[in-house]
């Protein structure tokens, strides 16, 4: 459960939060993800669509990501940790930098613990 001082901004079925674990050297380390359980791009709709670039507005107005990049986790296989995910939901990433920092985000395969 998202404690509610985390939550940044709630609309059209989305969420945007900043992250409970922000990435190593992360200015900003945000997520937003639909309220309805979906897995894949492919699920996306019309709305969703609209609704996730708006979310790109509000990371950059209110989450302090006004520059950065974008990483989708998502999964065709069922698998979430094909993407490197630990949740089987759709989701992404918004991350900011720390000035002079990079930010790791595994794209790989995440094998078992």
């Known amino acids: 459960m998202t404690p509610p001082e985390h939550i940044i901004h709630i609309a059209g079925g989305w969420v945007l939060k900043h992250a409970l674990v922000p990435y190593k050297g992360a200015a900003a380390h945000l997520l937003m993800f639909p309220t309805r359980?979906?897995?894949?791009?492919?699920?996306?709709?019309?709305q969703d669509k609209l609704i996730a670039w708006e979310l790109l507005d509000v990371a950059a107005e209110r989450g302090g990501a006004d520059t950065g990049a974008v990483a989708w986790r998502y999964?065709?296989?069922?698998?979430?940790?094909?993407?490197?995910?630990?949740?089987?939901?759709?989701?992404?990433h918004v991350v900011s930098a720390m000035e002079g920092a990079r930010v790791p985000i595994n794209v790989g395969r995440v094998q078992p613990d």
């Not at 999964?75 to 992404?92: F, K, Q, T, V």
Request: hydrophobic share 25%; charged share 15%.
């Open 75 to 92: 999964s065709y296989s069922g698998n979430p940790r094909d993407s490197g995910a630990s949740i089987a939901h759709l989701h992404g």
């Open 37 to 46: 359980h979906i897995t894949t791009p492919a699920e996306f709709n019309d």
